[in-house]
């Protein structure tokens, strides 16, 4: 069942035009912007995009001009989990796992989960109870799964993402707000 809505989901993302992903792109930064959450934060979690992914490029070089500090994950396969780092230039992201850009820096700015105060997260397809369907790997799960504090969880998805219901399986972490091009859902 995930893997058909995954399937289903994923090819509608990858079907919006350019022209219109691009707009869609500037809404959800602009929402996700005005958000208490994100102007209260000091550390944010980001992800770098890969292929048709709501776009954080634009977003990440924009944060890190605003004298937040920047973290972004870094697959580790062998341990199969996300390790952090504190990004301070986009140079400093190269193709990792899979082709995704990811953090080459010293472990020296590796950084705790616990230490951030505001997590943006990719996934294929979200649901009204904040339910989230990644990409099977379960790697955001784990990392979650590893807080000792509470720390919002923010999703950020075209409408084309959300869907009725997604069945959670029991380790599946759950987002708090998902920002789309159209709407802020915050989960109760």
Avoid at 70 to 90: A, N, Q, S, T
Avoid at 110 to 119: A, G, K, P, Q, R
């Amino acid at each position: 069942m995930k893997k058909a809505i995954r399937k289903k989901i994923l090819s509608k993302r990858d079907q919006i035009p350019h022209a219109i992903k691009a707009e869609k792109d500037l809404l959800i930064r602009n929402s996700l912007y005005t958000l208490s959450e994100f102007l209260d934060a000091k550390k944010i979690l980001f992800y770098a995009s890969f292929r048709s992914e709501v776009e954080t490029h634009s977003m990440i070089k924009q944060t890190l001009k605003t004298g937040k500090n920047l973290i972004l994950p870094r697959v580790y396969k062998k341990g199969h989990r996300l390790l952090l780092y504190e990004l301070k230039d986009m140079k400093e992201l190269n193709a990792g796992f899979m082709g995704i850009p990811e953090p080459f820096v010293p472990d020296e700015r590796i950084v705790s989960i616990d230490d951030i105060d505001l997590v943006i997260i990719p996934g294929a397809a979200f649901d009204y109870s904040g339910n989230r369907l990644g990409y099977g790997a379960g790697y955001y799960d784990s990392l979650l799964a590893e807080r000792k504090k509470k720390i919002p969880v923010i999703a950020i998805a075209y409408e084309e993402q959300i869907v009725d219901s997604i069945t959670p399986e029991e380790h599946d972490v759950k987002v708090d707000i998902i920002v789309t091009d159209k709407r802020v859902i915050r989960i109760s």
